[in-house]
Structures are given as structure tokens and as C-alpha cells.
């Protein structure tokens, strides 16, 4: 049972242009998301979170949105750089839950100079 | 460098075999998370300790796999008998709050 899913595992796009990358849940308890990038040989690392009181949260080329309704979040990156090539993992947790967070498979970006 | 360190970074084994894995998170953080990531997979959670709480452990895939905390600080996750299957990058991140993980380096783990 898939509660964090990324249906796309993989994207690419043209440098300049916008790069979406999109995620669904089921759980309507998740309250807490964050999108984690991870280069090859490297551990994850955070780049944006945003908690479910919000539909937005902004950090410079890093835009995440979050559709409750439809239970879907987004990452915007713009404009996409050559370095933003790698796999980027969305994940979900709930305060309910603890720390425990559940991650999605990952999509995996390329971005063309 | 205080980050969330792993060792080894990368581990051969036979099948059958017994390992353990070791994560030293950074300091201060309560909670410590396993996951394992194998060959074109997403993250796969293992296990998370929460202070002095019970572990979570729903994570874990069979009973060859457990997972110890000492003192609140490094953990270790052991496998048992492995399997050619939990060849796989076993992944440690720490938290110091509810959300924002940070991961260390993995352990590359090979199962002949």
C-alpha cells in the first residue's frame, strides 16, 4: 500500500525552462510534507517543506504547492539548472504518526544544457 | 563536520552470513530512522527511534533484521542470514524535530 506516490520516474527538461515534479497521497492525516533531493553515491538532502495549513511555500527557484483536496503536492524549480539533475523524493508525515515519515519512490530529473 | 555519519560505507558479505550496520547521527538529535534504498526503488522504511519511546519498527522486513539504539545516540542495524535480496544502500538520517530529516552517506551492502 502506497500512501506516498511519485508516478513519474523520470523528467526532463530543456535548462531555463520550469521543472514539475508531482506526488500524490492517500493518507488525509498526513499534516507535514517535504521534497529531499539526492545526487548518485550521496544521501538525501532537504530542500522545501510545507505544512498542510499552507497551499505554498517558496524558497528562491523552489516553489512547492499543496492541493489538500486532491490530496497532490507539486515542486516547482525555475528556472531549472544543469545542477538540479537527480532524483528528488517526496515524503509525508504525520504529527499522529510521530517522526515517522513515509517517502515516495523518487522522479528522476534531467535537466539539458 | 557534524553530519550523520555511516560505516562502512560499503559491505560484501555471503550469503548466510551475519552484519552490522552503524550510524552515528548528529548530536543532540532524538530521533534516528533506518531505511534501505535497493536498485531503482524509492526509500524503503525500516525502523525509528523517538527518544526514550519503543521503536517503531514496522518497517522491518523479516525477523533477520533488528535495529538497537545505546544511550540515545548510535545505532545499529543487523542483519541476520542475509540474503542475496538485502543487497541494498541501507540509509541512516537523524531529526531533532517532527519533519526535516538529515541523511548520512548510506552503506552500500552486497550479498553474494
Known amino acids: 500500500d502506497q500512501q506516498v506516490k511519485q508516478n513519474s520516474p523520470s523528467l526532463s527538461v530543456q535548462e531555463g525552462r520550469i521543472s514539475i515534479l508531482n506526488c500524490d497521497y492517500t493518507n488525509s492525516m498526513f499534516d507535514y510534507f517535504l521534497w529531499y533531493k539526492k545526487y548518485p553515491a550521496e544521501g538525501p538532502t532537504f530542500l522545501i517543506s510545507?505544512?498542510?495549513?499552507?497551499d505554498k511555500n517558496e524558497d528562491g527557484r523552489f516553489t512547492v504547492f499543496l492541493n489538500k483536496s486532491a490530496k497532490h503536492l507539486s515542486l516547482h524549480i525555475v528556472p531549472s539548472q544543469p545542477g538540479d539533475s537527480a532524483v528528488y523524493f517526496c515524503a509525508a508525515s504525520a504529527i499522529t504518526g510521530g517522526f515517522k515519515t513515509i517517502f515516495g519512490a523518487g522522479t528522476r530529473l534531467f535537466v539539458k544544457a | 563536520g557534524a553530519g550523520v555519519s555511516q560505516s562502512p560505507s560499503n559491505k560484501v558479505t555471503e550469503k548466510g552470513k551475519d552484519v552490522e550496520l552503524r550510524c552515528d547521527p548528529i548530536s543532540g538529535h532524538t530521533a534516528l530512522y533506518w531505511y534501505r534504498q535497493s536498485l531503482g526503488q524509492g526509500l524503503e522504511f525500516l525502523i525509528y527511534?523517538?527518544?526514550?519511546?519503543?521503536?517503531?519498527k514496522s518497517g522491518l522486513p523479516s525477523d533477520r533484521f533488528s535495529a538497537e539504539r545505546t544511550g540515545g545516540s548510535v545505532s545499529t542495524l543487523t542483519i541476520q542470514r542475509t540474503q542475496q535480496e538485502d543487497s541494498a544502500v541501507y540509509l541512516c538520517?537523524?531529526?531533532?524535530?517532527?519533519?526535516?530529516?538529515?541523511f548520512g552517506p548510506g552503506t552500500r551492502l552486497t550479498v553474494l
Open positions: 527511534f523517538q527518544g526514550n519511546s519503543a521503536p517503531d
Open positions: 538520517a537523524s531529526s531533532p524535530r517532527l519533519g526535516t530529516q538529515y
Open positions: 510545507i505544512s498542510s495549513i499552507k
